[in-house]
């Protein structure tokens, strides 16, 4: 069974311009969250979505987007990009029936310069 | 709100040693509590979770961590470290909602 899949797995960008990061889930799994890593801040929740729907969002500006499609593929954009959203961005998917047991992708490691 | 925090941003063992990372929680409801391990360049992996069900849990790669209510400590432990522990251990607690809370980390080194 394939895991959760990440790309691309490096982006370098400069300042105020706008990326997208893609994630496919593991087959059957509906929810599907974002998560921030960096030296600095560690782990930081982003969103998760569900069939579709954000169901919580972090503490980030609204800059931070994302979105789910009906096969459960999720996207995740940043616009106007600061240096400090140079970070490594982690995707993970579940099913509800796994009680927060959450399965991640190697990630994208975002540079911005 | 729920939290963790884990003593010890970096730990040093030997081969062979017994490995000791420490996490204690914060909440005022019974929470799910983990320990995710992240290797150099990948994402994390669970290594086991507590819901409840035994205070002892027993995870992957020989990790086990007991839950002390009186303690409001979650600690992970392996008798015995082998060179591939070698990373990043983190603890959380679930929050609602798949979201997580994780700790700052702990790097585990071990020599031989």
């Known amino acids: 069974k394939a895991g959760v899949t990440q790309t691309p797995r490096y982006l370098i960008k400069t300042r105020g311009q706008q990326v997208t990061l893609s994630c496919s889930p593991i087959?059957?799994?509906?929810?599907v969250s974002w998560y921030q890593q960096t030296p600095g801040q560690g782990l930081q929740f982003l969103f998760e979505?569900?069939?579709?729907?954000?169901?919580n969002k972090g503490n980030f500006p609204g800059r931070f987007s994302g979105r789910q499609f009906s096969n459960s593929r999720s996207e995740m954009n940043v616009s106007t990009l600061e240096l400090g959203d140079s970070a490594l961005y982690l995707c993970a998917s579940t099913r509800t029936d796994l009680a927060g047991k959450l399965f991640f992708g190697s990630g994208t490691q975002l540079s911005v310069l | 709100a729920q939290s963790v925090t884990q003593l010890g941003s970096h730990v040093s063992v030997s081969e062979g040693a017994l490995v000791l990372l420490r996490c204690n929680y914060s909440s005022s409801v019974p929470p799910y509590l983990f320990w995710y391990v992240q290797y150099p360049n990948q994402g994390l992996q669970l290594l086991l979770k507590y819901t409840s069900a035994a205070t002892l849990v027993k995870g992957i790669n020989g990790f086990e961590a007991e839950f002390k209510k009186s303690e409001t400590s979650f600690h992970l432990t392996k008798p015995s470290a082998h060179m591939s522990d070698a990373a990043e251990y983190f603890c959380a607690v679930s929050t609602g909602f798949q979201k997580l809370v994780f700790g700052t980390g702990t790097r585990l080194l071990v020599s031989p």
């Open positions: 087959s059957g799994h509906r929810s």
């Open positions: 979505y569900f069939s579709e729907t954000q169901r």
